[in-house]
């Protein structure tokens, strides 16, 4: 019964992860982010009481429904059966970190490979997009590995914003790019403090004579090193490992604590803005957090989440430890509503892509 309770309290404190922002207190963003793990162990809880026919079961069951909202940021099961209205304006948006379209692939003997860049391609050319939000965008110059010149010519989204944060030789540049079919009438940039490159950018269309605005966001990731990620791959898979764990584990400790303190005040300046935003808002982006975090509760606020709308499943995007999180979202303002939402099995970046339709209303 005590280990019950533990478990109870930890959940309690899990769902505090995402109203106390990790800059005041940053161990909660923990509790928030083993949330699916801890509401699994308080189930399972329940479950053993009840075959027991103990009444102990009450106390992980009343914890599980206090927090039935996480629940449902984590896990939907709608359909996308619908009915679209004649004359209605609907837009398909694609959120996509696609990981610079491999340029650095990970192996030994470094060089172009074009395989997953093509493959995505192929991607959007068959799907056809009316808003593309990419993520970890790469420009490269010399023309060497044609990104943002070839989309533009296949693409119908052909009017595009882009905003590069750091460059390599002067050659490769990388940041955040927007792709839209409408007509873009004002752009702008959200700067943040860090030195991973991260941003927001916002850009202004016309539809139908409504302007909307466009955010397209990446915030901080943990930067873990290639041996901090097979040290988190051991431990989750519980493989013994040769290095001194606890070396790495402080390591990862002090970069996840870094990434919570520093995505708690990018969110907050970003929902900021979209708040003050004088047009309906359409968001994607890598938020590089967990629904059940602080981050994601920012924008939650006041905007709607494609998923929660119309997704079906846990909405895994991120392709990594197993099991993973769902980490990039597609959010809207009220003036739309939700249609479809999907999210891809195409593994040709770290990062599945999600895609959703909406309707003007």
């Known amino acids: 019964m005590l280990a019950n309770a533990i478990a109870a309290g930890l959940l309690l404190l899990s769902y505090l992860a995402s109203v106390v922002s990790p800059a005041r207190f940053w161990p909660l963003a923990f509790f928030g982010l083993s949330y699916p ?7 399972g809880f329940a479950l053993f009481w009840v075959s027991r026919l103990r009444y102990y079961f009450l106390l992980s069951l009343v914890v599980v429904l206090i927090g039935y909202n996480q629940f449902f940021n984590m896990l939907q099961y709608n359909s996308n059966v619908f009915d679209i209205p004649d004359n209605a304006t609907t837009l398909k948006v694609l959120s996509y970190n696609v990981r610079v379209f491999d340029l650095y692939n990970y192996g030994p003997g470094w060089e172009y ?6 493959n995505i391609f192929d991607f959007l050319d068959k799907k056809d997009f009316d808003i593309i939000f990419f993520q970890e965008f790469v420009h490269d110059k010399s023309g060497s590995f044609k ?12 009017n595009i914003h882009t905003e590069f944060t750091r460059s390599s030789r002067n050659i490769n540049f990388f940041g955040l790019a ?7 009438v004002n752009k702008g940039k959200i700067l943040f403090e860090t030195l991973g490159g991260n941003l927001c950018i916002y850009t202004d269309i016309v539809i139908n004579n409504d302007t909307v605005r466009l955010y397209n966001l990446h915030l901080e990731s943990i930067g873990l090193s290639h041996e901090d990620h097979i040290f988190v791959e ?3 898979n519980i493989i013994p490992i040769d290095n001194d764990i606890t070396i790495a584990g402080r390591q990862i400790l002090s970069r996840l604590k870094l990434a919570f303190e520093r995505r708690a005040y990018q969110a907050e300046k970003v929902a900021s803005h979209i708040a003050n935003s004088p047009y309906p808002v359409i968001l994607g982006g890598d938020f590089n957090d967990t629904p059940s975090s602080y981050v994601y509760r920012q924008f939650s606020k006041n905007l709607s989440d494609a998923f929660r709308n119309r997704g079906r499943g846990l909405g895994q995007t991120y392709i990594g430890f197993s099991p993973s999180f769902r980490i990039d979202y597609i959010m ?11 999210t891809g099995e195409q593994e040709y970046s770290d990062h599945y892509p999600i895609w959703t339709l909406l309707m003007m209303e």
């Open 37 to 43: 793990f801890l509401l699994l162990i308080n189930i």
């Open 113 to 118: 490979r074009f395989t997953n860049r093509n």
């Open 147 to 158: 990104t943002k010149d070839t989309l533009v010519n296949f693409l119908r989204a052909n």
């Open 178 to 184: 927007t792709f839209t079919s409408y007509p873009i």
């Open 234 to 236: 051991n431990m989750i």
């Open 332 to 342: 809207h303002s009220n003036k739309f509503k939700t249609l479809q939402y999907h």
